[in-house]
């Protein structure tokens, strides 16, 4: 399975950061990952100057969020059909930061749906709070987080495990809750799905955390600003 290291720019960029993707290919060239799968996902304006950036360094570009619907009169959405018009390839769903402003499990099912029918490929994040791991419920929550979030019929799709108090935070899951989590998962998904870890991943944590079973990429944010990090974290992934 190739890994897939996903760099979640959330609401940072500007027009400038169209530069990002050479200055990154010229830290790792094509052949230097060549068994790496690369995507960024901007903010919805820069998608399709990312795209046009990315597409022959072999970097696929994603968006972070669509709405469930093709098209219609929803002031400010995006449809995952728009998205693979300007290019997307992949799009995030049901990040933490969208499901503590109240998206559910349903919300996300709906979306992951949109994707398949635009032709992406759909990363649905999920994760436990600090409460739930405390009290002993992160594969549980996870688990009934999977089953709300997947549509029964399933095209092909990436789960992000993101403990929702790792992210920004600079704390990180242990390496043998992770591989617990993912080994978890992966019976609930099976053998052909790719399991992406997030939650402050860095250039000094990257390789500890793809080195473990049932790992099959990163989901980053702070880090995937800095092309310099994200280009360490990917050669910890080659
Ligand atoms: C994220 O945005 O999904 C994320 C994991 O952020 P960070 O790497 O900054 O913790």
Same mark, same amino acid.
């Given at each position: 399975?190739?890994?897939?290291?996903?760099?979640?720019?959330?609401?940072?960029?500007?027009?400038?950061?169209? *530069?990002?993707?050479?200055?990154?290919?010229?830290? &790792?060239?094509?052949?230097?990952?060549?068994?790496?799968?690369?995507? @960024?996902?901007?903010?919805?304006?820069?998608?399709?100057?990312?795209? &046009?950036?990315?597409?022959?360094? /072999?970097?696929?570009?994603?968006?972070?969020?669509?709405?469930?619907?093709?098209?219609?009169?929803?002031?400010?959405?995006?449809? %995952?059909?728009?998205? =693979?018009?300007?290019?997307?390839?992949?799009? *995030?769903? #049901?990040?933490?930061?969208?499901?503590?402003?109240?998206?559910?499990?349903? +919300?996300?099912?709906?979306? %992951?749906?949109?994707?398949?029918?635009?032709?992406?490929?759909?990363? $649905?994040?999920?994760?436990?709070?600090?409460?739930?791991?405390? =009290?002993?419920?992160?594969?549980?929550? &996870?688990?009934?987080?999977?089953? #709300?979030?997947?549509?029964?019929?399933?095209?092909?799709?990436?789960?992000?495990?993101?403990?929702?108090?790792?992210?920004?935070?600079?704390?990180? %899951?242990? *390496? =043998? +809750?992770?591989?617990?989590?993912?080994?978890?998962?992966?019976? @609930? &998904?099976?053998?052909?799905?790719?399991? @992406?870890?997030?939650?402050?991943?860095?250039? #000094?944590?990257?390789? +500890?955390?793809? =080195?473990?079973?049932?790992?099959?990429?990163? @989901? $980053? #944010?702070?880090?995937?600003? /800095?092309?310099?990090?994200?280009?360490?974290?990917?050669?910890?992934?080659?």
């Amino acid at each position: 399975m190739r890994t897939l290291i996903t760099g979640n720019w959330k609401m940072n960029g500007e027009q400038a950061w169209t *530069i990002k993707p050479a200055g990154f290919d010229k830290m &790792v060239p094509i052949q230097a990952r060549k068994h790496v799968d690369i995507l @960024l996902c901007p903010p919805f304006p820069y998608i399709r100057e990312l795209f &046009v950036a990315s597409a022959s360094r /072999n970097i696929a570009i994603g968006g972070q969020d669509c709405h469930a619907s093709e098209q219609g009169a929803h002031t400010g959405e995006v449809s %995952a059909e728009m998205l =693979a018009d300007c290019g997307a390839d992949y799009v *995030i769903i #049901g990040h933490s930061e969208r499901r503590a402003g109240g998206e559910t499990d349903a +919300d996300v099912q709906a979306k %992951a749906k949109a994707a398949f029918r635009a032709g992406l490929t759909p990363i $649905i994040c999920v994760g436990e709070t600090l409460e739930q791991r405390e =009290a002993g419920e992160a594969l549980s929550e &996870v688990e009934s987080q999977i089953s #709300g979030s997947i549509p029964d019929q399933a095209d092909s799709f990436v789960v992000a495990y993101e403990p929702v108090w790792a992210i920004g935070t600079g704390k990180v %899951a242990s *390496i =043998a +809750d992770i591989k617990d989590m993912h080994a978890h998962i992966r019976e @609930l &998904v099976g053998a052909e799905t790719r399991i @992406l870890y997030g939650g402050s991943v860095k250039p #000094g944590n990257a390789a +500890d955390i793809l =080195a473990t079973d049932n790992v099959n990429g990163a @989901l $980053i #944010g702070g880090a995937s600003l /800095n092309m310099a990090d994200f280009a360490a974290i990917t050669r910890a992934a080659s």
